[in-house]
């Protein structure tokens, strides 16, 4: 929390207009993050939309309905652009039992939605597990911060001039989501918001503490944000790390 987060920046280098197209796609140091608009009024995945998808995802998505229906198709198609970056042969990315996306072989992916965009994040496994999420900026809610911030992240909020108080918390929250996603494939459980600890630095940086009650790991994260005209995006990348050997 020592410097504010940087301000909105516009991330995007080739705009692309409409729903259901590319919103931005970046290149970040986790992996290719791609964005698309979504409809935010309900109604059916048209036809020339779910032929960009794979014919898994399409058999998948059939078993969908109304927003979720719309938000799931929105985030196989940003993981699909996404791929395309790092390979030529499209390939699923069907959903795990426990929700998380379940990647081609090789490749660890994540993904986000809000009503008006869906966010795909895809990377090398061999970089670690990702995570991803994105985040409308309003409207505020201040008075989850004792929920989502541990009690140092919230000594630290509080002596926080008020208009910063809720684009941090906000940025803590979406970190920690980001931190859920990719660890939850590692440790298999609940992981709770008092589990991790940020410090939020310049340019976009985090550094990551985690306390887990189940002792697991240890795991080097990598944690990163970015604001966006009306949203806020993190990643998390996490590697379990060899520990020193014992004497
Ligand atoms: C699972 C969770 C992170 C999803 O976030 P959300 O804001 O509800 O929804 P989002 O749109 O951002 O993300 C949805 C995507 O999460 C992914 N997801 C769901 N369960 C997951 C899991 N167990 N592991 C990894 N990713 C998962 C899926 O890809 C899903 O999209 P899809 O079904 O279209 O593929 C959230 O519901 C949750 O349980 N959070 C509390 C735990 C937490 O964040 N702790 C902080 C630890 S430091």
């Given at each position: 929390?020592?410097?504010?987060?940087p301000?909105?920046?516009?991330?995007?280098p080739e705009?692309?207009?409409?729903?259901?197209s590319?919103a931005?796609?970046?290149?970040?140091?986790?992996?290719?993050?791609v964005?698309?608009?979504?409809?935010?009024?309900p109604?059916p995945?048209?036809?020339?939309?779910?032929?960009?998808l794979?014919?898994?995802e399409?058999?998948?998505?059939?078993?969908?309905s109304?927003a979720?229906?719309i938000?799931?198709?929105g985030?196989?198609l940003?993981?699909?652009l996404?791929?395309?970056?790092?390979r030529?042969?499209?390939?699923?990315?069907l959903?795990?039992?426990?929700?998380a996306v379940?990647?081609?072989?090789?490749?660890?992916?994540?993904?986000s939605?809000?009503?008006?965009?869906?966010v795909?994040?895809?990377?090398?496994?061999?970089?670690?597990?990702?995570?991803?999420?994105?985040?409308?900026?309003?409207?505020?809610r201040?008075?989850?911060?004792p929920?989502?911030?541990?009690?140092?992240?919230?000594?630290?909020w509080?002596?926080?001039?008020e208009?910063?108080?809720?684009?941090?918390?906000?940025?803590?929250?979406?970190?920690?989501?980001?931190?859920?996603?990719?660890?939850?494939?590692?440790?298999?459980?609940?992981?709770?918001?008092?589990?991790a600890?940020?410090?939020?630095?310049?340019?976009?940086?985090a550094?990551v503490?985690?306390?887990?009650?189940?002792?697991?790991?240890?795991?080097?994260?990598q944690?990163?944000?970015?604001?966006l005209?009306?949203?806020?995006l993190t990643?998390?990348?996490?590697r379990k790390?060899?520990p020193?050997?014992?004497?």
């Amino acid at each position: 929390m020592s410097s504010p987060p940087p301000p909105a920046v516009t991330a995007d280098p080739e705009p692309t207009h409409g729903v259901w197209s590319r919103a931005f796609q970046l290149a970040i140091p986790h992996g290719i993050v791609v964005g698309i608009q979504l409809p935010t009024e309900p109604g059916p995945i048209p036809h020339e939309v779910s032929q960009r998808l794979h014919p898994k995802e399409r058999a998948a998505g059939l078993e969908l309905s109304g927003a979720r229906q719309i938000q799931w198709t929105g985030g196989r198609l940003a993981l699909q652009l996404a791929l395309k970056r790092l390979r030529s042969r499209r390939q699923p990315f069907l959903s795990q039992p426990s929700g998380a996306v379940q990647a081609p072989q090789g490749l660890f992916a994540s993904v986000s939605h809000k009503r008006d965009l869906a966010v795909g994040l895809v990377g090398q496994e061999t970089a670690g597990s990702l995570g991803v999420d994105v985040e409308t900026v309003i409207p505020e809610r201040n008075h989850l911060a004792p929920r989502i911030l541990t009690p140092g992240e919230l000594q630290r909020w509080q002596a926080l001039p008020e208009d910063r108080r809720w684009p941090v918390l906000l940025t803590h929250f979406s970190i920690k989501e980001s931190i859920y996603k990719a660890l939850h494939p590692m440790v298999d459980r609940y992981v709770g918001f008092h589990e991790a600890e940020l410090d939020l630095g310049p340019n976009g940086s985090a550094q990551v503490t985690l306390h887990l009650t189940q002792g697991e790991g240890p795991f080097e994260v990598q944690a990163r944000y970015l604001w966006l005209d009306q949203h806020l995006l993190t990643t998390a990348r996490i590697r379990k790390v060899q520990p020193p050997p014992s004497r």
